[in-house]
Structures are given as C-alpha cells and as structure tokens.
C-alpha cells in the first residue's frame, strides 16, 4: 500500500493530465454528431505537431531552463522542408534527415551559447528564436513550396493507408485504422527519449534541474547534460517541423503561429506535470499535457448552437473561452509543483 502511495505521488503530474485529457475528449466524443475512426485521424494530425514541441520545450525545463525558441525552431524546419521534402526514394529520405539535422543544429546552437556564453536560457532562446524566424524567412518569403503528395499522405493518415500507398501490406483490420500519428509518436520515444533517459547523460539532465550545486559535486558533467537538454529539444522540434510540413503540404515562415505553439508548448508542460523549477517530470506527461489543450480547441468546433452552452459556438468568445479553460487547467496541473520540494527523481 505504501508503495502505490508513492507510486501515485511520484507519478500525480501525469495521471491528472490523463484525468483531464480523458474527461475533455469524451466530452467532444459525445458532443461529435459524426464521429469516426477518420475523426480520431484527423484530430492526431493537429495534435502531433503540438506534441513534439511540448516534448522540445520539456526537454529545456527538465534541465531547468526554459526554451522560447521551439516554435521558431519548428518553424525554421518546416520551411527549409518545403525545398526538400519534394523528391522520391533515397532523397526523400535524405530531405528527412536533413530538416532533422537543422532542428538538432538549432538545439545545439542554443546549448552551446547558453552552456559557454553563460547566458540565462530564456533570454539566449528569445535572441536565437528570432534569428530562427529571420532565416525562416529568407527560405520562404510567401507561403509556397511543394512536398511528396505519396509520402504526405502516407503519413498524415492511418496506418492501412500507408501500406496501400507503398504497398507494402493490406487491410490490418483494427490495427491498421488506428492513425499513423501513434506509430510516429511511439517510434520517437523508443528509439530517442527512453534510451536518452536511461544514459548518464539523461541521469544527469534530471540531477541537474532539480540540483545543479549539488549535481557538479556528485561529478555529474553539469554543461554536458545541458548541451545534451538543448540539443535535444532542437530534434524534437525539427520533428515537429517535418511533420508540420507533411501536414501542410508547404512551408510558411508564420512568426504568430512560432509564437503560439512556443507558449502553448509551455502550458502543455506545466499540464504534464514537469516542474518549472527542472528535474521532475517527463516527456509522457507532457504529451498528455498537449492533447488537453487540442482537446479544449475540439471541444468549441462541436458544441451545439441550440444547447446551454451554444454562446460557446460563437467564434468572437471561443477565444476567452478557451483562455478561462486553460487557465484552470494549468493552475491545477502547476498546483503539484508548490506541493514539491526540489529534489532529484530519476524515473518519475
């Protein structure tokens, strides 16, 4: 009994972000008057963007900074993929790694200026965020470019379509309709975050945000993990930038959109129940975390004009709306964090 107590209390942060995200989809689930698998797909195309700049920002905070560069970052990849997401086979391929290896650059820039110019992340990230954009910029002067209709389409829709697309496989039955977005997602944390979580140096992104005195006097390599953090995060917002791009079709250089999803990403890691103050929480919470606020977003697209709440519909408030509902939802998921001392947990 003890130890489910504090199993649950280690773990609060992320099952009040699945409380949440359960309680607001089914809420949208029961309001949809035509829900479908082909829903569940679309609604995973929206989110999975969002997602993997909340899982960059999460990175950042783990380490105890703060990265207002996400968005930009993300934004700067989806750009540079409208010119080379375009070609087949190897190159389409080649394109892929290269927006990534632009988001992993950008992390890595922001990490060596915070780890070996000593400044503070939030003010290194806001002058790098804006060189982001600025190069967004010269890529893309006007919303343009072209990507592989196949691969875009492939991606963006449920896994039965993919393997139609390349034919690779037929109907998979119930597996087959759920969307490509999961695997995607699944794929990303497999093969990038558990394993990084379980080095020395993921260990020591953890024992340096919740102690980085006490962190460098345990021989924990304090710049090393830092520079790790950031780099990290530029690979998951290049992520985010690739599959924006699939999504779109194009690329647009759109610094309001940089700036929404960077502050959304914010909010989605307090929600997740990462601590602000670094070293508590994760990238699973956090993913939680962004579904909430695109469940928030369903929610207003569906809410019948002739119910109690169809004031709600009217798109003039949806905005007040939504920023009252976010703002409960991060008060509650940052409400753990005045309830934690600042210490080191490793697996949380």
Not at 238 to 250: K, P
Request: aromatic share 12%; net charge positive.
């Amino acid at each position: 009994m003890k130890t489910l107590r504090i199993l649950i209390g280690q773990n609060l942060g992320l099952l009040l972000a699945i409380g949440m995200f359960v309680v607001l989809y089914a809420l949208y689930v029961g309001m949809h008057p035509r829900y479908s698998m082909n829903v569940v797909t679309q609604n995973g195309n929206e989110m999975l963007a969002l997602i993997f700049v909340s899982m960059a920002q999460a990175s950042a905070v783990l380490v105890g900074g703060l990265d207002l560069s996400v968005g930009p970052l993300m934004t700067l990849t989806n750009t540079f993929g409208s010119h080379v997401l375009a070609g087949t086979g190897g190159n389409l391929i080649l394109g892929v790694l290269a927006c990534l290896a632009v988001g992993t650059a950008g992390g890595f820039m922001n990490g060596v200026i915070i780890v070996y110019g000593r400044i503070q992340p939030i003010i290194a990230t806001l002058a790098t965020g804006a060189f982001f954009i600025g190069l967004a910029l010269l890529l893309r002067p006007s919303p343009g470019g072209r990507v592989n209709g196949d691969f875009s389409w492939a991606l963006t829709n449920d896994i039965n379509e993919f393997g139609y697309t390349y034919g690779w496989w037929e109907d998979l039955g119930w597996f087959g309709l759920l969307p490509m977005q999961f695997l995607i997602l699944l794929l990303v944390l497999l093969a990038v975050w558990f394993p990084f979580k379980r080095t020395v140096v993921g260990r020591g992104v953890y024992a340096v945000g919740s102690a980085e005195g006490a962190a460098y006097m345990s021989g924990v390599q304090v710049d090393r993990s830092k520079l790790a953090a950031f780099t990290l995060a530029g690979f998951f917002a290049g992520c985010a930038g690739v599959y924006l791009t699939l999504q779109m079709g194009s690329g647009n250089a759109d610094a309001p959109q940089a700036g929404e999803y960077t502050l959304r990403s914010i909010a989605a890691v307090v929600i997740g129940g990462t601590s602000l103050f670094g070293g508590v929480g994760g990238m699973v919470g956090t993913i939680f975390g962004a579904m909430v606020l695109r469940a928030i977003t369903f929610i207003f697209r569906v809410v019948p004009e002739d119910s109690i709440f169809g004031f709600m519909a009217s798109p003039l408030l949806q905005p007040l709306f939504e920023g009252v509902i976010l703002l409960l939802a991060v008060s509650l998921g940052a409400a753990r964090v005045f309830r934690i001392r600042n210490r080191l947990l490793l697996y949380t």
